[in-house]
């Protein structure tokens, strides 16, 4: 029986040779493009596209906000990331925020000026230049096709206008009016309309011709600062000046010949490669795509996966994390075993005794480099503080620290929380290779639904050998944990049959079906390149030398993928 409605984009998958992108804007996949053309690499067009992608979704991401990155050398197969999260005001420990009656049943708003933490986004852009970068265009070439774009306007696409409106109308309800400068004359811009932010081409400008100095010292950071204390935060010059970025080896798993590559804590990859370990225990492919079984297994194991990530995951430099054993695969089978195909678990503990607005976009050149990218801001338009000048909004990150004294995740001066936003990075899992396959590039934005998109999209791939653009096109589930109440609620998306819906509620399950129109938003918005039609059962990648790029770009956002 068919477990799902027909469900297309009517995209075809993007086909191409000699370097393909993949963004949640046309104009920023266009401006990724020019920079390949222009002798550019994976890493300049990936830079080259955040900056973009800051003036056309500033309620999603920016300047102010922060990034994560991983590159696969095409030359070496080597994989590294840049942790481009920032750290929490020196100042701003447990006993303040006790101090000022702040609890953790009593947080601050989550807009208020406090859950600012220091932007590592910028430094994440100009660190990605400087260590994978061609070398071939300067920070300032790769930072003015962005510049242009804020300098001259665009039209507003249909998806970010409707989102930028309910935005600007939820930040009005705390009581805060966001800057004119992400405004046009006090409103959102509609559908069609050109908006235009100079003060932030000035911005993109100088840290094209400076540098990381020109974002971290000076102008811009005094007017951060200024923002932020006169709203009540306690973030110093002292705090953006210390700001670096930090090098890391991704974390991994290897599910049936491949090998997942996330980042590792404080990112919530960790959450994406729990859950894919305890899906491997079950058999996913006879249950069928997007069935009752299915959906069932991956709803238990997301609460599995997610329950441990909310305990254990932290900021690596204050704890210590016991990493080795949540990725054993031992430790994934023990934990499958508490799942029952007839019903829900009763409380989801830990298994060791011991907001969503974000954008994703992928760059893989002819080099054979790959470029996994992710920038946010948190919530919408983060805080809404916009530093004067600068046109962009402060990020509030921090709202995802936990004020349980002792927690893995408690709040401390010069500390990264809890990170929802991770890129990916697919490979083969050959041991005999002198060098891993490069597989895919990709990811699906969305905060919690992070893990759970990649993992849905991966398996659309490997288990019911869709290309990618089916693989993005199809209906997905979103599994919602609500931790002040303990609930958890499972979201099905329209094209996912009634049948499927009512037997998941015979099982003990919360669910809301269909989730339809733009409130498929809380479904994330993905893209995939990938490198040959691995995913297809029928053809042996390894008697295939081709290098032929396949892409897909979700279309629950306006973007699109484009190849030369």
């Not at 481009?84 to 009656?101: H, I, K, V, Y």
């Not at 973030?235 to 980042?263: A, N, Q």
């Not at 990725?327 to 934990?335: C, F, G, N, T, W």
């Amino acid at each position: 029986m068919e477990t799902e409605l027909p469900f297309s984009s009517r995209r075809s998958p993007v086909v191409c040779f000699h370097g393909c992108v993949a963004s949640s804007q046309p104009l920023a996949s266009s401006i990724g493009v020019d920079i390949l053309k222009r002798g550019g690499n994976a890493a300049d067009a990936a830079v080259a596209i955040a900056a973009a992608l800051a003036v056309t979704e500033p309620f999603s991401t920016g300047p102010g906000g922060d990034a994560f990155c991983l590159f696969y050398s095409g030359e070496t197969g080597e994989i590294r990331g840049i942790n481009g999260s920032g750290r929490s005001p020196r100042a701003q420990t447990l006993d303040f925020m006790e101090g000022l009656g702040y609890t953790a049943g009593t947080p601050p708003s989550p807009s208020h000026a406090l859950n600012v933490t220091v932007p590592g986004a910028p430094a994440c852009w100009c660190d990605t230049i400087q260590l994978f970068g061609s070398h071939k265009l300067s920070m300032q070439e790769v930072m003015s096709g962005a510049a242009e774009l804020a300098e001259v306007g665009f039209p507003v696409a249909e998806v970010t206008a409707h989102h930028w409106a309910k935005l600007v109308a939820a930040l009005r309800d705390t009581g805060k009016e966001l800057n004119g400068d992400l405004l046009i004359d006090g409103h959102a811009p509609k559908c069609g309309q050109v908006f235009r932010n100079p003060n932030l081409t000035k911005t993109l400008e100088e840290l094209g011709e400076c540098g990381k100095p020109a974002f971290y010292q000076g102008r811009v950071a005094e007017a951060i600062v200024d923002v932020i204390n006169q709203n009540g935060g306690v973030m110093t010059l002292d705090d953006l000046s210390s700001h670096e970025s930090e090098v890391f080896t991704p974390i991994s798993t290897d599910y049936k010949g491949v090998r997942l590559w996330e980042p590792p804590p404080n990112s919530q990859g960790l959450a994406a490669l729990l859950l894919l370990n305890i899906m491997e225990n079950f058999p996913l492919k006879a249950a069928g795509h997007n069935s009752s079984d299915y959906i069932h297994v991956l709803v238990e194991a997301v609460r599995l996966a997610h329950i441990d990530a909310l305990c254990y995951l932290g900021d690596p430099d204050h704890v210590a994390m016991p990493l080795e054993t949540l990725l054993d695969k031992s430790y994934s089978h023990q934990r499958a075993q508490h799942i029952s195909m007839d019903r829900t678990m009763g409380g989801v503990e830990p298994g060791l005794t011991t907001g969503c607005d974000t954008v994703y976009f992928c760059v893989i050149d002819s080099q054979g480099n790959a470029c996994s990218f992710v920038n946010s801001i948190y919530a919408g338009f983060g805080t809404g503080l916009v530093p004067k000048g600068c046109g962009f909004s402060l990020q509030n990150r921090g709202a995802g620290f936990s004020l349980h004294r002792n927690h893995f995740n408690c709040v401390a001066g010069g500390k990264r929380p809890y990170h929802t936003i991770i890129p990916a990075l697919v490979t083969d899992s050959a041991t005999t290779s002198p060098k891993p396959r490069l597989l895919a590039a990709l990811g699906v934005m969305g905060a919690f639904m992070q893990p759970q998109g990649h993992v849905q999209v991966l398996l659309n791939m490997l288990e019911f050998g869709m290309n990618p653009q089916q693989a993005l096109d199809a209906p997905r589930v979103y599994v919602d944990y609500d931790r002040t109440t303990d609930q958890w609620s499972v979201n099905l998306e329209e094209g996912v049959r009634q049948e499927v819906a009512e037997e998941l509620r015979k099982r003990g399950h919360k669910v809301s079906w269909p989730v339809t129109g733009h409130k498929r938003s809380q479904f994330g918005r993905g893209q995939i390149i990938t490198v040959g039609d691995w995913w297809n059962p029928s053809v042996n990648q390894a008697d295939c030398p081709c290098r032929v790029l396949w892409a897909g770009s979700d279309p629950r956002a306006d973007g699109c993928a484009q190849g030369y």
